[in-house]
Each structure stands twice: as structure tokens, then as C-alpha cells.
């Protein structure tokens, strides 16, 4: 039997709170919600998820560093507040050479203006900012869609 395409699934610093802390910028839906959404999409579309959250730099980019002995054929990434600072993320993200796709919830475009800039963005695959948790589904489409090298009149669709 053909093994599944494996996509990793990461949500970086404060992630965790979603749905807990400030609803007015990141909504109601917490991350277990995110992640059992994405666990029925991922089923149907044929790839097997792997989720991870950490508040912690160093845990994100082991996460990241198992690819070399388990590969990943995607990843999925809201790296949070690391967007912004993390010259050690891009260069684990770099490493790996896995086609990734980043998430924002919020448009990080209409907020202040340090938010602006992401040390990720330039080597993703794409970026969704502003879509709100359904960004993480789009993202899982759009990369399932990209590693199935699928045309755009066949998307496939959960
Ligand atoms: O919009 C996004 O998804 C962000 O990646 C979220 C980060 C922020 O630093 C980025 O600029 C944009 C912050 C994540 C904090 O998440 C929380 C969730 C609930 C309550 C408090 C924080």
C-alpha cells in the first residue's frame, strides 16, 4: 500500500490560548478544534497530519529538524510571535527544504507595523494572513493540491 504524504502542522508561541484569550483579534475556536477540523480534512484528502504547538523557539525547530529522520512532504506553519524574530526558524525551515506554507490569522498587513515583516515569508510556498482560522484549512488544500501536482481545474476539495 502507498504510504500517505505526511504534512506537519505547527502552531508557534501563545497558540495555545486561541479561543481562550482575546476572541475580539483571534476568534472562539481553540486549537483543538483547529487541529480535529483539520485531522477530517486531512483524512479526506488522503495526507496524515501531524500537529505541534510549543512556546518555545528550540522545541519548533527539533520539531522541524525530524524530518531527517521521519520526512515530512509539507509543512503548515503560524509561527506566532516568531514571525517577526526568528532568523533560527527560516534557517531550520531552510534545512529541511520541505515546501511550507505560512498561516496568519489576523492580516498582519493591518496591524503594527513590526507585524509587517515576517523572516518567512520570502521562502514559503504561499502566505495566508487575515482569513481567519480557516486559513489553516486553505493552506492544507492549497499544499496538498501542490504536492499532488494536481491542475487547476482538478482541485481537490475536502
Ligand atoms: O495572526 C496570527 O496568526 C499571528 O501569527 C498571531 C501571533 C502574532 O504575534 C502574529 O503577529 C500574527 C500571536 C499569537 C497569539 O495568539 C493568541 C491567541 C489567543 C490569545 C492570545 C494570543
Redesign the pocket.
Known amino acids: 500500500m502507498k504510504e500517505l504524504k505526511r504534512v506537519l502542522i505547527i502552531n508557534g508561541?501563545?497558540?495555545n490560548?486561541?479561543g481562550?484569550?482575546?476572541p475580539h483579534i483571534?476568534g472562539h475556536t481553540t486549537l483543538k478544534d483547529i487541529e480535529n477540523q483539520l485531522n477530517q480534512d486531512a483524512k479526506r484528502l488522503g495526507v496524515e497530519p501531524i500537529f505541534y504547538q510549543s512556546n518555545q523557539e528550540g522545541n519548533l525547530i527539533d520539531k522541524i529538524q525530524e524530518h531527517f529522520n521521519n520526512p515530512y512532504d509539507g509543512i503548515i506553519i503560524?509561527?506566532?510571535?516568531f514571525?517577526?524574530t526568528s532568523v533560527a526558524l527560516r534557517d531550520a525551515l531552510l534545512s529541511v527544504n520541505v515546501p511550507f506554507i505560512e498561516?496568519?490569522?489576523?492580516n498582519?498587513y493591518a496591524?503594527e507595523p513590526f507585524?509587517h515583516h515576517s523572516y518567512l515569508s520570502d521562502k514559503a510556498l504561499a502566505v495566508i494572513?487575515g482569513m481567519g482560522v480557516l486559513g489553516y484549512r486553505l493552506a492544507l488544500i492549497g499544499l496538498v493540491h501542490h504536492l499532488n501536482k494536481l491542475s487547476f481545474k482538478d482541485l481537490q476539495l475536502p
Not at 503560524?78 to 510571535?81: F, M, R
Request: no cysteine; glycine share 8%.
Open positions: 508561541p501563545n497558540l490560548l486561541l481562550i484569550r482575546e483571534y503560524n509561527p506566532g510571535g514571525t517577526h498561516v496568519h490569522i489576523s498582519i496591524r507585524r494572513s
